[in-house]
């Protein structure tokens, strides 16, 4: 895991470019790179600057990269989990690697196969690779959206880098919010791809890569990854979902596969030289990679999780009983409060506004995790790939009761159940009921494109604009074949089962396709390499998302349970473990913290009153002032969230000196 920086130029590099620039670019990704600092210009016309955090072949591996000879060259973030396979390949066909490091599979790669090393790689990655004898340049990130790349234009030229505080330090970016960015932020609270907070400047899609030839100094984004996984041609039989599928139990042919795929996945991700540890959270992801890395580790391993004082979301007694179990050494913070300082962090950590306050956790996790070991494997990604969240139980079953109803009462049903959600709901539990109701009267596309929205707050907004904009260009590359239902003759019903698998996938593919980049990943990268750890994450492991893809959904989630494989296979590794416990994730309590310690806020908002107008079109002031009195429309989960997103926006513009909005954005050009 490492901090990479390039900087093209097809006429040639400025001075600074070669030396003083370059530099202080690299070197604002100290953090991610503490081990080793190096640069290489490349025929005078592109730079390639590299931080290292050293984790296999310790004193080797340096960076740029080479091929066969000097004609390609290459800075790599991330790991090649299936690196010793592709070595193997490309030693039989005569190529000789200097290392023993995985990133120089992938010059060596390039000079073998081209760009269809890409479509090879597996792992978490970015890389900015150049090819001398062509002139060009190829960058890439990896399928799930691990790794980040962002990048912007200058005159004349191309910037790229691992985090945007590097691209900030060049005199040519300008400090100009994107309006489509921060409306979509009020949305989402986090900027999607392929935005930041900046306008003109962007994040390298999930499966894309960038190209950029000398002679054209133009770039050209391009998708090698399908943007959503083909349907299943040859799947296992599984028993039909039941509403309550807790005691029902999967073929064991199938949990067979499973633990083969997952035990797979863990073991190419516990190679390094470096000590490996885990983020233990107490939950069923989490657990059962420790289980695992038990079984396949004779050395000590160390666990480490948060405990927070809310009974309702603390899994830390769980987390100790597992560690106990299993026989870990385990490490246990207690985080509860969220002081108006802490505020500030967000976005001088992500340089941009982001209101996800549990980063604050994974970076005090990470800084502990530090004192012990370099590597840390974790469970982000198994509710996206195994179906976890209460949302796809939801869509199950909406799709169920769409299928019951007539068609013109489940429509009506969903009309009222949107009117009534933009009046507010009183309650937790009416908004979740008016939800249900909603996603009834909808088609899978268009439940799809609400569950990338967020049906609260600030509709009529630009904000609501924008985001309907993005699902629709989005719904329209990934849904493919999980539209095909969507035109049907009025009055035509496809089977019950053809139903769900429609609405699940689509919803499975929306959130893998932007919240776990855009938000958990994000999250998760910038906190952990602030304190210099790589974090692993592999649930995400390529072949084990191909696995879980091939898999009819009802093997995943029923209207009364989700995540039913990895529940049923974690109770056949660790009998009597969490496998059937409720799910529980750890978030701060934002709507209480604010109406206690309002003041700070009501001041912060006040000072920036009229910036946060010009940047967000909103009225923060009067937001908060609403929340506090108890408006029903304030009254969802996220209105709180909301408030923090834009306090966030507050604190960044202030930190980059940002007072102006532009709305240039290209949305239809931008999504690849």
Same mark, same amino acid.
């Given at each position: 895991m490492?901090?990479?920086?390039s900087?093209?130029?097809?006429?040639?590099l400025?001075d600074?470019?070669?030396?003083?620039?370059l530099?202080a670019?690299?070197d604002?990704?100290a953090?991610?790179?503490?081990?080793?600092?190096t640069?290489e210009?490349?025929d005078?016309?592109?730079?390639?600057?590299?931080?290292?955090l050293?984790i296999?072949d310790?004193?080797?591996?340096r960076?740029?990269?080479?091929?066969?000879t000097? #004609?390609?060259?290459?800075?790599?973030n991330?790991?090649?989990?299936?690196?010793?396979?592709l =070595?193997?390949?490309?030693?039989?066909?005569?190529?000789?690697f200097?290392?023993?490091?995985?990133g120089e599979?992938?010059?060596h790669g390039?000079?073998?196969w081209?760009d269809?090393i890409?479509?090879?790689?597996?792992?978490?990655f970015?890389?900015?690779?150049?090819?001398?004898?062509?002139?060009r340049?190829?960058?890439?990130?990896?399928?799930a959206?691990?790794?980040?790349?962002?990048?912007?234009e200058?005159?004349?030229?191309?910037?790229?880098a691992?985090?945007?505080?590097?691209?900030?330090?060049?005199?040519?970016v300008?400090?100009?919010?994107?309006?489509?960015g921060?409306?979509l932020?009020l949305?989402?609270m986090?900027?999607p791809?392929?935005l930041?907070?900046?306008?003109?400047?962007?994040r390298?899609p999930?499966?894309?890569a960038?190209s950029?030839? =000398? &002679?054209?100094a133009a770039p050209?984004?391009?998708r090698f990854a399908?943007?959503?996984?083909?349907?299943?041609?040859?799947?296992?039989?599984?028993?039909p979902?039941a509403?309550?599928?807790?005691?029902?139990?999967?073929?064991?042919?199938?949990l067979?596969?499973?633990?083969?795929?997952?035990?797979?996945?863990v073991?190419?991700?516990?190679?390094?030289?470096v000590?490996?540890?885990?983020?233990l959270?107490?939950?069923i992801?989490?657990?059962?990679?420790?289980?695992l890395?038990?079984?396949l580790?004779g050395?000590?391993?160390?666990?480490?999780?948060?405990g927070?004082?809310?009974?309702d979301?603390?899994?830390?007694e769980?987390?100790?009983d597992?560690?106990?179990?299993?026989?870990?050494i385990?490490?246990e913070l207690r985080?509860?409060t969220?002081?108006?300082?802490d505020?500030a962090e967000l976005?001088a950590?992500?340089?941009?506004p982001? &209101?996800?306050?549990?980063?604050?956790?994974?970076?005090a996790?990470?800084r502990?995790?530090?004192?012990?070991v370099?590597v !840390?494997?974790?469970?982000?990604?198994g509710?996206? !790939?195994?179906?976890?969240?209460d949302?796809?139980?939801?869509?199950?079953?909406?799709?169920?009761?769409?299928?019951?109803?007539p068609?013109?009462?489940?429509?009506?049903?969903?009309?009222?159940?949107?009117?009534?959600?933009?009046r507010?709901?009183?309650?937790e539990?009416t908004?979740?009921?008016?939800?249900?109701a909603?996603?009834?009267?909808m088609?899978?596309? &268009?439940?799809?494109?609400?569950l990338?929205?967020?049906?609260?707050?600030?509709?009529?907004?630009?904000a609501? &604009?924008a985001t309907e904009?993005l699902?629709?260009?989005?719904a329209?590359?990934?849904?493919?074949p999980l539209a095909?239902?969507?035109?049907?003759?009025?009055?035509a019903?496809?089977?019950?089962?053809?139903t769900l698998?429609?609405?699940?996938?689509?919803?499975? !593919?929306?959130?893998?396709?932007?919240?776990?980049p855009?938000a958990?990943?994000?999250?998760?990268?910038i906190?952990?390499?602030?304190?210099?750890i790589?974090v692993?994450?592999?649930?995400?492991?390529?072949?084990?998302? =191909?696995f879980?893809?091939?898999?009819?959904?009802?093997?995943l989630?029923?209207p009364?349970?989700?995540?039913?494989l990895?529940?049923?296979?974690?109770?056949?590794l660790?009998p009597?473990?969490?496998?059937?416990?409720k799910?529980?994730g750890?978030?701060?309590p934002?709507?209480?913290?604010?109406?206690?310690?309002h003041?700070p806020l009501?001041?912060l908002?006040h000072?920036?009153r009229?910036?946060?107008?010009?940047?967000t079109r !909103? #009225?923060?002031?009067?937001a908060?002032?609403?929340?506090?009195?108890?408006?029903?429309?304030?009254?969802?989960?996220?209105?709180?969230?909301?408030l923090l997103?834009l306090?966030?926006v507050?604190l960044?513009?202030?930190?980059?000196?940002?007072t102006?909005?532009?709305?240039?954005?290209?949305?239809?050009?931008?999504?690849?």
């Amino acid at each position: 895991m490492c901090g990479i920086v390039s900087i093209v130029r097809p006429a040639g590099l400025r001075d600074a470019e070669r030396g003083s620039l370059l530099t202080a670019m690299r070197d604002a990704l100290a953090h991610r790179g503490p081990d080793d600092a190096t640069a290489e210009i490349v025929d005078g016309w592109a730079a390639l600057a590299f931080r290292r955090l050293s984790i296999i072949d310790l004193e080797g591996a340096r960076q740029p990269l080479h091929g066969e000879t000097d #004609d390609v060259l290459c800075v790599f973030n991330g790991e090649i989990y299936n690196f010793q396979d592709l =070595r193997a390949r490309l030693e039989a066909l005569g190529h000789r690697f200097t290392t023993r490091g995985d990133g120089e599979v992938i010059t060596h790669g390039y000079e073998q196969w081209g760009d269809a090393i890409l479509d090879r790689l597996e792992g978490m990655f970015s890389f900015v690779l150049v090819d001398r004898r062509r002139a060009r340049i190829l960058a890439a990130r990896d399928r799930a959206g691990i790794k980040p790349l962002f990048w912007t234009e200058i005159p004349g030229g191309l910037l790229l880098a691992s985090e945007l505080k590097a691209l900030l330090l060049h005199p040519e970016v300008r400090r100009v919010a994107s309006g489509p960015g921060l409306d979509l932020g009020l949305v989402r609270m986090h900027v999607p791809w392929p935005l930041t907070a900046f306008d003109g400047v962007y994040r390298l899609p999930p499966g894309a890569a960038l190209s950029f030839d =000398r &002679a054209s100094a133009a770039p050209l984004v391009r998708r090698f990854a399908p943007i959503a996984p083909a349907a299943p041609q040859r799947a296992p039989s599984v028993p039909p979902p039941a509403l309550d599928a807790s005691a029902s139990s999967a073929p064991p042919d199938l949990l067979d596969r499973a633990e083969h795929e997952v035990h797979r996945a863990v073991a190419r991700q516990m190679v390094a030289d470096v000590p490996v540890g885990a983020f233990l959270s107490g939950g069923i992801d989490s657990t059962l990679l420790v289980t695992l890395m038990r079984r396949l580790s004779g050395e000590p391993l160390h666990t480490f999780s948060i405990g927070v004082d809310r009974a309702d979301d603390d899994e830390s007694e769980v987390a100790r009983d597992t560690a106990s179990r299993l026989g870990t050494i385990h490490h246990e913070l207690r985080l509860d409060t969220l002081a108006f300082e802490d505020l500030a962090e967000l976005p001088a950590l992500y340089d941009e506004p982001f &209101a996800e306050t549990s980063a604050l956790g994974v970076r005090a996790l990470s800084r502990a995790a530090r004192e012990h070991v370099k590597v !840390v494997l974790t469970g982000d990604g198994g509710d996206e !790939v195994f179906g976890g969240y209460d949302t796809y139980r939801m869509v199950a079953a909406s799709a169920l009761a769409r299928r019951a109803l007539p068609r013109s009462l489940a429509d009506r049903l969903g009309k009222a159940a949107l009117t009534a959600l933009g009046r507010g709901a009183p309650d937790e539990h009416t908004r979740r009921a008016l939800r249900l109701a909603a996603l009834v009267g909808m088609d899978a596309p &268009a439940a799809h494109r609400s569950l990338l929205s967020t049906l609260a707050w600030c509709e009529g907004a630009p904000a609501l &604009a924008a985001t309907e904009r993005l699902s629709e260009l989005v719904a329209a590359r990934a849904a493919g074949p999980l539209a095909a239902g969507a035109h049907a003759a009025p009055g035509a019903r496809s089977p019950l089962s053809a139903t769900l698998t429609e609405a699940l996938r689509a919803a499975l !593919v929306a959130d893998r396709l932007e919240r776990l980049p855009g938000a958990m990943l994000t999250k998760v990268d910038i906190a952990s390499m602030s304190a210099s750890i790589e974090v692993r994450v592999p649930l995400l492991d390529d072949a084990l998302v =191909r696995f879980a893809d091939a898999l009819p959904v009802s093997a995943l989630v029923s209207p009364g349970r989700g995540k039913l494989l990895t529940r049923r296979l974690l109770e056949r590794l660790l009998p009597g473990g969490p496998a059937w416990h409720k799910k529980r994730g750890f978030a701060l309590p934002i709507d209480a913290w604010i109406r206690s310690a309002h003041a700070p806020l009501e001041a912060l908002f006040h000072a920036h009153r009229r910036v946060l107008r010009d940047l967000t079109r !909103v #009225d923060a002031t009067a937001a908060l002032d609403d929340l506090l009195r108890g408006s029903p429309r304030y009254s969802a989960p996220t209105a709180g969230m909301r408030l923090l997103w834009l306090a966030t926006v507050a604190l960044w513009s202030d930190r980059h000196r940002v007072t102006q909005r532009s709305d240039s954005a290209d949305l239809d050009a931008l999504v690849v």
